[in-house]
């Protein structure tokens, strides 16, 4: 009997976990999920890694994915190329992008509130506790990526920006000389490119290439 491995392929905060979870209850199937894997995505994880700016909270998180997803590379780079019996099957899945980045805020909100609190500090606002500076910081920083995407003439425009001159991007706003803060912008356009950036590049298939069967 075939047995099939299937990865569910996604940018996270999409359900990912109960359908891995429904899919290994199925005789002869093994489910994984990750949100990236192969070769260029694990390049670009070890630079975000050894980058001192990264908080602890981020650190740990990530070095944990990573980990396992150099193993599920090696395995998944071994089935394409024959080396194994089993199938693979890989899953994909999307959500609206301002839900998703709401949720992607609150679940990784330990990590986040260092750097919203850097934030404040650099702009002189001041703050009682620490639900006063995720307020405060999450106004303010939304508002100049709405005034960033506005200058740049909206999402598309800005992410073909960002891979020509992203220094012109941001102008003059606090993004531009802070990492922490660019990164949070990147992470918010996250549904926006992560299909092109990971499962294009990663599988090298395209939508135009996948057709649907009866």
């Given amino acids: 009997m075939v047995k099939y491995f299937a990865v569910v392929y996604q940018i996270g905060k999409v359900a ?41 909270y981020f650190f740990k998180h990530n070095m944990g994915q990573f980990i396992r997803n150099v193993s599920l590379t090696r395995r998944v780079d071994a089935i394409r190329a024959g080396g194994t019996d089993e199938r693979l099957v890989v899953i994909s ?54 005034e960033t995407l506005e200058d740049c003439g909206g999402v598309d ?9 992203p220094e012109k991007v941001f102008g003059h706003r606090i993004p531009a000389d802070d990492i922490t803060t660019r990164r949070f912008f990147h992470n918010m356009l996250r549904p926006f490119n992560w299909f092109e950036k990971h499962f294009e590049n990663t599988l090298k298939l395209k939508l135009g290439d996948m057709t649907q069967k009866d």
């Fill in 16 to 56: 990912s976990t109960s359908i891995v979870a429904t899919l290994n209850e199925i005789d002869n199937i093994e489910a994984e999920q990750c949100h990236f894997f192969g070769k260029d995505a694990l390049i670009d994880c070890v630079k975000a890694l050894v980058a001192p700016e990264m908080s602890d």
């Fill in 157 to 165: 425009e800005t992410l073909k920006q960002l891979k020509v001159a």
């Fill in 93 to 146: 899945l999307t959500r609206n992008p301002l839900d998703w980045f709401r949720s992607s805020i609150v679940q990784d909100i330990e990590g986040h509130l260092v750097n919203f609190k850097s934030f404040l500090e650099r702009k002189g606002v001041d703050y009682v506790d620490d639900g006063a500076a995720v307020r405060f910081a999450l106004a303010r920083i939304l508002n100049i990526f709405s």
